[in-house]
């Protein structure tokens, strides 16, 4: 079959490399793409979040199948308007995406459906958040209710931090429409992880669980990032830990989804926070983590083709994901500045022998390919990614093949890992 990947990150570098190695995938397109996507599927210049050009793309070159890596194009409606011409995708449509687009969506999903959460209330007036503040204990969780590229986010330790936070996401519009509504959440302590199920609107296959790293330097200090890392698997989600987040968390929610009208299909990811009464659910996102998806698809056995065509066509009661034994560790290398600001255009040397460091693979994000060299164009820009037979030897071999990698003008954090492997 034809296949279209929709993306242009670490994610969908990983995706395209699984979805290469099905012997279902005739051909493989990745739109816009990266220099790694292009050594395993042909780019097509078109934006993630220009939907009228995928979809007349999808039209033209006979596409059997859209992945949709993103959130941006989920909310947009790019699943509805490819249903709507009969192409098959993965991914939520629209009003299933709105477990990510909108904050106070899913946490009043969460009152009404029994699924465990921090307390909130949602507001669309500052000085009714403002009131809400006083009269609640710190520290206390500002967040504006839309998308905000991961930053929308302010934990706050006391009252003035929180009012500060309203006035700037409500009156200061630091997230634009984004911020029209707030919700305020207690803070949860324990420990996060993240955890993957596929979702066919009706059946939850558990895919696995992984922790990232979001702070950009050593020690998770400094501002937060995309992801700096990620390793699976999460010593904290154990099998009894998967059974609980299945039934209290990711069954309830189907569920209520489908009782709302809003059958959800595709990748439910589920930030956790766990602590000894057990987890609860942070937020939601619709799409596979980036950098989780990289260690995901390396971890995984079965043919993930397979797997997203099993999701989109509602077959996941009689399907199986099969993995490796083995650990997996996501070392990400970023542009010097990065998250702030970084220079675009360094040339990045190395990569066959970083390829090379036994288990490892170097998926690419922010890299485009000129004149037969890999530059750098992003943010983060390379996730230098290993198998081991536990979490310690895979950071090992991720950090030989980092060190392979010859660009002055990146940096990565030296610490990938170090939960998982001082316990
Ligand atoms: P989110 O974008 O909702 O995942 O939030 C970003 C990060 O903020 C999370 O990964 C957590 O580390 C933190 N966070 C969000 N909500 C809470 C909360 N209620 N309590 C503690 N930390 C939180
Ligand atoms: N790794 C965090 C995310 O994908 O949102």
Redesign the pocket.
């Known amino acids: 079959m034809n296949v279209l990947v929709v993306g242009s990150g670490g994610?969908e570098h990983a995706l395209c490399w699984a979805i290469a190695q099905s012997p279902k995938c005739k051909k493989l397109y990745c739109a816009p793409g990266n220099a790694g996507t292009a050594a395993v599927a042909e780019n097509v210049e078109i934006d993630a979040e220009d939907l009228d050009a995928l979809i007349a793309f999808a039209q033209d070159s006979a596409i059997d199948f859209v992945v949709v890596g993103p959130e941006g194009p989920l909310v947009a409606g790019l699943v509805d308007r490819l249903d709507k011409l009969g192409i098959k995708s993965f991914g939520p449509t629209a009003a299933g995406a709105e477990l990510e687009g909108s904050k106070a969506f899913t946490k009043d999903l969460c009152a009404k459906y029994d699924i465990p959460t921090a307390d909130y209330d949602r507001f669309d007036e500052p000085d009714a958040a403002k009131e809400y503040i006083t009269t609640h204990s710190t520290p206390i969780v500002v967040k504006a209710d839309g998308l905000a590229a991961?930053k929308g986010v302010i934990i706050c330790r006391n009252k003035n931090e929180a009012y500060a936070a309203i006035d700037q996401i409500m009156i200061e519009e630091a997230f634009g429409e984004a911020g029209t509504e707030v919700v305020v959440e207690q803070f949860l302590e324990g420990e996060e992880a993240?955890f993957f199920a596929l979702v066919d609107g009706e059946t939850a296959l558990p895919l696995l669980g992984a922790q990232?790293h979001?702070r950009a330097h050593d020690g998770d200090e400094g501002p937060n990032t995309?992801?700096m890392g990620?390793y699976s698997p999460a010593p904290v989600i154990d099998q009894a830990m998967v059974d609980r987040v299945m039934t209290e968390i990711i069954e309830p929610t189907i569920k209520g989804m489908a009782a709302e009208g809003r059958p959800f299909k595709g990748v439910l990811?589920a930030?956790l926070m766990i602590d000894d009464d057990g987890p609860k659910l942070i937020e939601y996102?619709t799409?596979?983590?980036?950098?989780?998806?990289q260690v995901m698809c390396m971890r995984l056995k079965s043919d993930l083709l397979d797997l997203l065509l099993a999701c989109a066509e509602g077959r996941l009661a009689k399907t199986k994901a099969e993995w490796r034994d083995e650990a997996a560790m996501i070392v990400v290398m970023a542009a010097k500045g990065y998250p702030g600001k970084y220079k675009k255009g360094s040339e990045i040397k190395g990569l066959d022998a970083a390829d090379a460091v036994e288990g490892a693979v170097v998926f690419h994000a922010g890299t485009a390919e000129q004149d037969g060299k890999v530059l750098a164009t992003g943010g983060r820009v390379l996730g230098v990614t290993a198998l081991g037979k536990n979490v310690k030897e895979a950071q090992k071999r991720a950090y030989e093949a980092v060190d392979k990698i010859d660009w002055p003008e990146g940096f990565c954090r030296r610490d990938i890992g170090w939960r998982a492997i001082d316990r």
């Open positions: 994610r991961g993240s990232d979001k995309g992801g990620a990811y930030g996102n799409r596979f983590g980036d950098p989780e998806c």
